[in-house]
């Protein structure tokens, strides 16, 4: 009897070295440039299932013998992160605004208007 482990390379050798490409892919892309960064994600589902094994006796006959299968799934998932973005501001000198009913209302004004404003009060 063993312990179970990822340490065992009959049962996890599969997963380590899928582990292992998919950790050099994307650290070879964060190092060329080509992504910020990038993770690696593994996740082990474990289960049980019965199953059943004849044991030969004297003769053609047999014994069932029920046991605890272990039910090992994996999945291994990249991700690729990279980040792109602009900032600036619009121009919004000549407009006002004003909210009318539930909308947000833009008005472009002329100079002569503008003047005619004066100071606004919250």
């Known amino acids: 009897m063993e312990k179970l482990s990822l340490k065992n390379p009959e049962l996890f050798n599969d997963l380590i070295f899928g582990v292992d490409n998919h950790m050099s892919t994307v650290m070879g892309k964060v190092v060329r440039g080509d992504f910020e960064s ?36 994996y999945s291994i998932k990249s991700n690729l992160k990279q980040s792109f973005s602009n900032e600036n501001s619009v121009v919004t000198d000549n407009y006002m605004v004003d909210a009318k009913d539930n909308s947000v209302m833009l008005k472009r004004m002329d100079e002569d208007q503008l003047s005619m404003l004066g100071d606004i009060d919250d």
């Open 38 to 73: 990038g993770e690696v994600t593994v996740k082990i589902k474990l289960a049980c299932e019965y199953e059943e094994v004849k044991i030969p006796r004297a003769g053609s006959d047999f014994e069932i013998k029920k046991y605890k299968k272990p039910v090992i799934k």
